[in-house]
């Protein structure tokens, strides 16, 4: 069999690939007029209301818990929503270390839940301080999601930071 070389039109970069976009077609969730958010903690001066305030990226306000340890945020809809996407924003200028998330959803009002993403990010200040995160859910009839935040799995007492979550 005869093949005859075809051109191609290509192109070459030497920088790192970008990250995924954010699909810019589906319309983020205003989450403080849709659900109560529950939490387990969180510094008078690091409220989770800064999770929800719009800013985005290194050196913007966040939510830090006001104990070490093991750390759990629920937003409870109001009404099912349909999830297609999460975006999540963590910085940690301080300190080194690796934090855990487990994501999950409930269908049924919060009885039972479904994990859907579980990632840890290593944070090594000056250097690694800040992460960004885009997943697809895809998931329908959410009543809760919640997010279980294992600050350092090295097991030394650490406090669970967020930057912001956007849902669409």
């Not at 306000?61 to 006001?66: E, H, K, P, V």
């Not at 940690?92 to 859907?116: K, M």
């Amino acid at each position: 069999m005869h093949s005859e070389r075809r051109d191609i039109r290509k192109r070459i970069v030497r920088d790192a690939c970008p990250p995924p976009p954010l699909d810019t077609e589906l319309p983020a969730l205003d989450i403080p007029t849709i659900a109560t958010v529950i939490i387990t903690s969180e510094e008078a001066d690091h409220p989770i209301e800064h999770v929800f305030d719009g800013q985005r990226g290194p050196g913007t306000s966040r939510w830090r818990a006001a104990v070490p340890g093991e750390q759990c945020l629920i937003i409870n809809f109001d009404m099912p929503q349909t999830l297609h996407q999460l975006v999540l924003d963590i910085e940690e200028p301080d300190v080194t270390r690796t934090q855990e998330l487990l994501i999950s959803v409930s269908s049924d009002g919060g009885r039972t839940y479904r994990d859907v993403v579980r990632q840890e990010y290593n944070f090594s200040p000056p250097g690694t301080t800040y992460e960004r995160e885009t997943w697809a859910l895809n998931t329908d009839r959410v009543t809760h999601l919640a997010i279980r935040i294992t600050p350092d799995k090295g097991g030394r007492a650490g406090l669970a930071t967020l930057t912001s979550i956007m849902l669409a």
